[in-house]
């Protein structure tokens, strides 16, 4: 089935520095990608629709400064938290979307602890 | 998209069937109903998905009504591995991302 790696799993930064987290699809071609976020209890949040080539496309409240999406192939899209804060601690989980089989398949997902 | 509505959780005793319901009364033609479960800490996870007809595979069947205002995920012998937040969303899948509602968290009971 469709794979979706998520790197890396869990990562620790202090505030102010950026944070880089990569999601690859493995055996599939992915246009476009989505970001979510999910903070503790609740459900997942989408943040942004990445497009291979394109700009992302952000959700109403997601500040796409501090959220820089980067789709620059078909198999990987990455999202860097810039100038990070407490507050932007949370579960960050990448998907794609595979055409041919109408799924949609998830990373892991990266827990983002900021100090 | 078309609201989903589930009930906030469920208990099911380890063997036993467990069935989920899940309510889409304003679900439109083209709108499939897909269904995803997270486990603590991890990525949602793929179950099943259908448009009108029943469909089944190695992990669950969907049940969808005639009128596919609503239908029902059968986990026909639940383990304690399947306890998780189980999510259903019903979706014109163009370009579009899966949006989550609260789902419905199934506890299974040894």
């Known amino acids: 089935g469709a794979v979706v790696s998520q790197h890396p799993s869990w990562v620790i930064c202090k505030s102010g520095t950026s944070v880089k987290i990569e999601c690859r699809s493995l055996?599939?071609?992915?246009?476009?990608m989505f970001w979510y976020r999910q903070f503790p209890k609740q459900s997942l949040m989408l943040m942004a629709t990445?497009?291979?080539?394109?700009?992302?496309?952000?959700e109403q409240g997601v500040e796409k400064d501090k959220f820089l999406i980067n789709h620059a192939s078909l198999t990987l899209s990455t999202l860097t938290v810039t100038s990070a804060h407490p507050e932007d601690s949370s579960f960050y989980i990448c998907?794609?979307?595979?055409?041919?089989?109408?799924?949609?398949?998830f990373g892991s997902g990266t827990r983002l602890t900021v100090v | 998209d078309a609201k989903t509505t589930q009930p906030p959780s469920m208990d099911c005793a380890e063997g036993r069937a467990a069935n989920l319901p899940c309510n889409h009364s304003?679900?439109?033609?083209?709108?499939?109903v897909y269904w995803y479960r997270q486990i603590h800490s991890q990525g949602p996870q793929y179950i099943i998905h259908?448009?009108?007809n029943n469909e089944t595979n190695e992990m669950a069947s969907l049940i969808i009504t005639e009128d596919r205002k609503s239908s029902t995920l059968i986990l026909p012998h639940a383990t304690l591995r399947d306890t998780a937040v189980y999510y259903c969303?019903?979706?014109?899948?163009?370009?579009?991302?899966?949006?989550f509602g609260s789902g419905t968290r199934l506890q299974v009971q040894p």
């Open positions: 998907s794609a979307r595979d055409m041919d089989r109408r799924g949609y398949t």
């Open positions: 990445s497009n291979e080539g394109s700009k992302a496309t952000y």
């Open positions: 259908g448009l009108k």
């Open positions: 055996d599939f071609q992915a246009t476009t």
């Open positions: 304003t679900i439109s033609g083209n709108e499939y």
């Open positions: 969303i019903a979706l014109d899948t163009g370009r579009r991302a899966l949006t």
